[in-house]
């Protein structure tokens, strides 16, 4: 579920995003589970969700959903080479690694044999790695 995926990444409870949305806990659990359809909700259940998770109304919509599976998508099944840059790439920045230099190199490298020589992925699919890793 988007919601749970995004509270991963700010390291957030549903308790605390409950709390900052202004939306009762028992509703986000019925929206995390599955009991309750985001698409149900009043527009202001969404737009207080959307504003305390900082993304845009879309985004928690069925279509933002459709995306999210999208971008999944480009990040699995690569070349096995970039595939290896990418989660060293992904890793270093976890880590705080001292050679982040080195990894964005090869993760760039990589992106650009993978579309250019190889052809293994398109250019839509390059551009979405490049933005989402490397042009921060």
Do not use: F
């Not at 969404?46 to 845009?56: E, P, R």
């Amino acid at each position: 579920m988007i919601i749970e995926d995004l509270l991963k990444k700010r390291g957030m409870t549903k308790y605390r995003l409950a709390i900052v949305a202004g939306v009762p806990h028992t509703t986000l659990n019925g929206i995390c589970s599955g009991k309750t359809k985001l698409q149900r909700c009043t527009a202001e259940t969404v737009y207080k969700l959307a504003k305390a998770l900082d993304v845009s109304m879309e985004l928690l919509t069925e279509g933002g959903m459709r995306e999210t599976k999208r971008e999944q998508t480009y990040e699995q099944g690569l070349p096995d080479y970039l595939q290896q840059d990418l989660e060293a790439y992904k890793e270093g920045l976890k880590t705080k690694s001292d050679i982040m230099d080195c990894l964005w190199g090869e993760l760039y490298g990589s992106i650009n044999v993978a579309e250019i020589n190889d052809g293994a992925i398109t250019s839509e699919h390059a551009d979405y790695l490049r933005k989402k890793y490397l042009w921060r």
